[in-house]
């Protein structure tokens, strides 16, 4: 699977796990950034790049990562047609996947511990769209009256 991956400062030392980590498990990971440590650099650019590259490939999903989770997500969420979660648990990955069709995963290193994100990622990356009619019409639903 195509993986696009990007984090601030925040999520380095994560992403470049999860970049490791995903890439052993045999997957095709892009990283889009932080290239370098950079404790000035901001969130909402590695956002937009994750969710812009996602939206490119249909098959593809993207990882964001920053301290709190909370600005990647908003920022990503800006994009038409990304629907980006924060998980904190493979439980909530699965929800995320499985319910809602989200094609971005939201981590938050600050209070996620690092085992518990390569969980999460595993689970959100196994888990497909249950397409559960109920579960579409709310999707369908945020396209009508966002789109």
Not at 95 to 119: I, S
Not at 132 to 144: A, F, M, S, T, V
Request: include cysteine; glycine fraction near 6%; charged fraction near 25%.
């Amino acid at each position: 699977m195509k993986i696009y991956i990007g984090a601030d400062h925040n999520g380095y030392d994560l992403k470049n796990v999860l970049r490791e980590h995903l890439t052993h498990a045999g997957h095709d990971v892009e990283d889009l950034g932080a290239d370098t440590l950079d404790p000035e650099d901001d969130y909402p650019r590695y956002a937009y790049n994750v969710a812009t590259k996602v939206l490119g490939d249909d098959d593809a999903l993207g990882i964001a990562i920053c301290a709190s989770g909370q600005g990647m997500a908003i920022a990503a969420n800006r994009v038409s047609g990304i629907r980006a979660a924060m998980a904190w648990s493979q439980e909530t990955a699965v929800h995320a996947r499985r319910d809602d069709n989200a094609n971005v995963l939201v981590l938050a290193p600050r209070y996620t511990d690092q085992d518990t994100c390569l969980e999460a990622v595993d689970a959100f990356i196994s888990t497909q769209f249950s397409k559960n009619p109920k579960y579409q019409r709310r999707l369908d639903q945020i396209e009508e009256l966002y789109g």
